[in-house]
């Protein structure tokens, strides 16, 4: 397969993908919905569901939540545990996140990493390569998505052709 042919597939696949997983959002909150009047009105927690000649193929099954505690006031439980648990209390000296963040992109990719402004090498910094690209992105020129999804409608683009699946294989 060519570039050009796996990169039509990947396009193809996208718009696929995110038509599907709008489709199965609003089914999971449409289901969550009746399975909840479901469990009120009747008692029900789980639901078979089968093909549309009968065959079984899952079930669906409201998950109960547990309760559980948590810190509803950090210094509150703070000062208990140091009060009952002193040992159990740390204390964290780290340089702010966002200071570190502006800081470090404003220096040179240079080792040893200097100060900008005196020239003089940081201790504990040091500058890692960078690596090979890990992945790419889409994004669909203005109706590229409309004009997939139109081809797959007209038949102009064949999803058997795009999608080939073996007898016995699941999609």
């Keep these: 397969m060519s570039l050009k042919e796996h990169a039509t597939r990947v396009a193809v696949l996208r718009v696929l993908r995110d038509a599907v997983d709008t489709e199965y959002r609003t089914e999971r909150h449409e289901v969550l919905v009746a399975l909840l009047a479901a469990r009120a009105e009747l008692n029900l927690k789980s639901v078979r569901v089968t093909l549309p000649d009968d065959t079984p ?3 669906l099954t409201l998950v109960d939540p547990r309760p559980a505690v948590v810190v509803a006031d950090e210094e509150a439980f ?46 504990g910094l040091g ?9 790419f992105s889409l994004r669909p020129l203005p109706s590229g998505r409309e004009r997939i999804a139109r081809a797959l409608h007209t038949g102009t683009l064949d999803l058997r052709r795009l999608l080939p699946l073996k007898v016995g294989e699941d999609p």
């Design 127 to 135: 500058v890692l390569s960078a690596s090979e690209p890990r992945s």
């Design 78 to 123: 703070t000062a208990w545990v140091t009060d009952n648990h002193p040992g159990e209390v740390e204390t964290l000296v780290r340089v702010r996140p966002s200071w570190q963040r502006q800081f470090l992109a404003r220096l040179a990719c240079l080792d040893p990493v200097a100060d900008p402004y005196t020239g003089e090498a940081i201790p």
């Design 57 to 59: 193929v899952a079930t």
